[in-house]
């Protein structure tokens, strides 16, 4: 204990001298300098400021051939890097609808420079890699994650993958099963929510566009073959309708491979100019999708989840690229919702206009939730309710008076929350590399550039309860679009629909009967 007193005096003085400078000699014979001093002889140290954001904007760059390279600077050692394409279901207006669909299994097949998946996944092992794509209606994304040492590896193998797929009779053969137990699966999901937005979607732009089906139908699955491919690839695969995006690596390095790789080459398909580009603008019809089906043997097993009948209401909202695309996502932040259940437990803040108008209020509803689609050309916000078959009408007039609620007053407590949880929602989802790729490549291949987190945030900031009113009221005058599964015996008509989404309280005409 003597001891430990005795250091503790001794560090008490140098401590003392240090900070004060009355003394230039510290007990141990080396001379102490104040913390508000430089050290001598170590070079000028550069802080950061909070407007310092050039090193994180996103650098873009477009080659000769029309290919955009865009990246964004991330610290780490591992690196996101892929290919993004202008091309989806909403492009197969004059192909069998299903093609997309196939693609997306077919990714990351043999190649010409690989002789088969399996090498494909050995050469991304190798820099602990991964790989994957998806398709959306309106764009194709080929991505791959691994280390930054890796770059170039990456991306001839993406440039391989995309511009020289063998897609053999026999990987076209396996993708058939895939896709033929996709679609079953599809069928067969406790959650119906991607078959209704399929649903709604038709609905919506019959025929046209956005409207077509993401997943191929199931009479299309034999027909669609490599000629077929080949002639979509041709058409919509082209250098001016492709972004090569990068995440956590250095942009100069990532163009040089672009040069080397994705400038010059001929694709498997041919260097035929494209001859059946659609350039279709989707056109908004409403309407109404119904699908009788029994989903008592939905779930099977000791709880199995009650039968249920869902209903998908939407509206036409706007395209992403309007000024009045921010407005609509805080509305839908607004409205929010879920399920009945939640793990969250009491004070988990569900404050939104779904849980507390309706899914708190009737007990009975079993999903009340809203969701936002939008495009370069459109837009669809819509209200999924799912509820017994024999309060189906009840459910529907709930949700259509919440549509109409919609156009009221709008709380500023109310408004601050749902931009507050917007922001919180945008920033955490792009501390994730994949997330930022994502919107890296999508922003640049739908407008050329990207815009920062900051100025969204900002733009979400400067949203008041009139552009809410505006741009629901604007929303209102079209027709709605209605997806509906399940025992719809008790659904009301589309015209009764439409009839309450137009009056002033939002309820469904009076229907008197004789006998019940």
């Not at 837009?379 to 009840?394: F, K, T």
């Amino acid at each position: 204990m003597a001891a430990r007193a005795a250091r503790f005096r001794r560090w008490s003085q140098i401590g003392r001298c240090g900070l004060s400078g009355s003394r230039p000699f510290s007990s141990s014979g080396y001379p102490t300098v104040p913390l508000s001093s430089p050290l001598p002889n170590l070079p000028k140290p550069v802080f950061a400021k909070a407007s310092g954001q050039d090193k994180y904007e996103t650098r873009i760059s477009v080659l000769e051939n029309g290919l955009r390279v865009a990246s964004q600077d991330k610290f780490g050692q591992f690196c996101t890097v892929g290919v993004l394409a202008n091309a989806g279901s909403r492009h197969e207006v004059k192909y069998l609808s299903g093609i997309s669909h196939f693609l997306e299994k077919l990714a990351f097949s043999s190649t010409a420079q690989f002789g088969s998946k399996d090498e494909i996944l050995l050469t991304l092992e190798k820099h602990g890699g991964i790989c994957d794509c998806q398709s959306s209606r309106d764009t194709t994304m080929f991505a791959v994650s691994a280390e930054v040492k890796g770059l170039e590896t990456m991306v001839s193998l993406l440039a391989d993958v995309v511009l020289q797929p063998r897609l053999t009779d026999d990987e076209v053969e396996l993708t058939r099963l895939s896709v033929r137990f996709e679609l079953e699966d599809l069928q067969m999901r406790p959650d119906p929510e991607p078959l209704l937005t399929e649903m709604i979607h038709a609905a919506a732009y019959r025929d046209n566009t956005v409207g077509l089906p993401r997943f191929c139908p199931a009479e299309n699955v034999e027909k669609i073959d490599q000629k077929l491919l080949h002639s979509f690839l041709r058409n919509y695969y082209t250098p001016d309708r492709l972004v090569l995006a990068g995440v956590g690596v250095d942009h100069d390095q990532l163009v040089e491979h672009a040069k080397k790789y994705l400038l010059g080459v001929t694709p498997v398909w041919g260097s035929g100019k494209p001859t059946n580009v659609d350039h279709s603008v989707a056109q908004y019809t409403g309407g109404i999708v119904k699908v009788e089906k029994d989903m008592t043997d939905v779930s099977l097993g000791p709880t199995p989840i009650p039968e249920l009948s869902h209903i998908m209401i939407g509206l036409e909202s706007c395209s992403f690229l309007e000024d009045d695309f921010i407005p609509f996502a805080v509305l839908n932040m607004m409205m929010g919702g879920g399920g009945s259940f939640s793990a969250g437990g009491p004070g988990k803040g569900m404050f939104t206009r779904l849980y507390l108008n309706v899914l708190n209020r009737h007990h009975w509803m079993y999903n009340a939730t809203a969701y936002h689609h939008s495009y370069e050309d459109t837009g669809l916000l819509c209200i999924h309710a799912s509820a017994d078959p024999r309060q189906v009408r009840e459910m529907v007039e709930i949700i259509t008076r919440e549509f109409v609620l919609m156009t009221g007053s709008v709380g500023e407590m109310e408004l601050e929350r749902a931009k507050t949880q917007l922001k919180s929602m945008l920033m955490m989802n792009l501390e994730s590399r994949p997330v930022i790729f994502e919107d890296v490549g999508r922003q640049v291949l739908a407008t050329g550039v990207r815009k920062l987190p900051q100025e969204l945030c900002t733009m979400i900031g400067g949203v008041t309860a009139e552009d809410i009113k505006r741009v629901t009221t604007k929303m209102l005058r079209s027709k709605p679009a209605v997806a509906a599964l399940g025992d719809l015996s008790d659904l009301p008509t589309y015209e009764h629909i439409q009839q309450a989404l137009s009056s002033k309280d939002g309820r469904l005409p009076r229907i008197y009967r004789l006998f019940r």
